[in-house]
């Protein structure tokens, strides 16, 4: 595998269509949590440049950091609050165009302006989410979610 993941093209659902093969073949071998989650949130930095990319896990109560991209962020993160909080607990994803918009949004960044959080199952229990911030209103849309939801079920079984 290419240590080398960044992909040309203008075209996002391109972009996706090529990364998401290349992220299963990198974690398909690997059977370690942390080492997954690490590379998946760099390949998705690193290709679409986005401001931060990460994990959180369910631990008990609450959102716990895990590997991420990016600047420093919350460690922990209440169920129900901010994006990543109440997408767990409504079990979708969610899109912000605008994170002044959301209520209850929780800046771990005066810098990120709009977000997408994917919920990660397996089976019916979530135990991770995908969070991804953009320092630009309005990056995410409907094919980062299809994407981003088709990613999450690939390497499930790799990081849970």
Known sequence: ???NL?????NKQEMYKTLIPQIEALVSAETDIVANMANIAAALKQTFHFF???FYVVKEDMLVLAPFQGPLACTR???GKG???TAWKEARTIIVADVEQFPGHIACSSLSRSEIVVPITNGNNIFAVLDIDSEK???????DADNLEKLC????????
Do not use: Q
């Open 153 to 160: 079920k690939l390497i499930a079984p790799k990081i849970s």
């Open 137 to 143: 209103l309005g990056s995410f849309d409907r094919i």
């Open 83 to 85: 994006v990543c909080g």
């Open 52 to 54: 931060w990319v990460g």
């Open 1 to 3: 595998m290419s240590e």
């Open 77 to 79: 993160i209440k169920y």
């Open 6 to 10: 960044i992909i040309k093209g203008s």
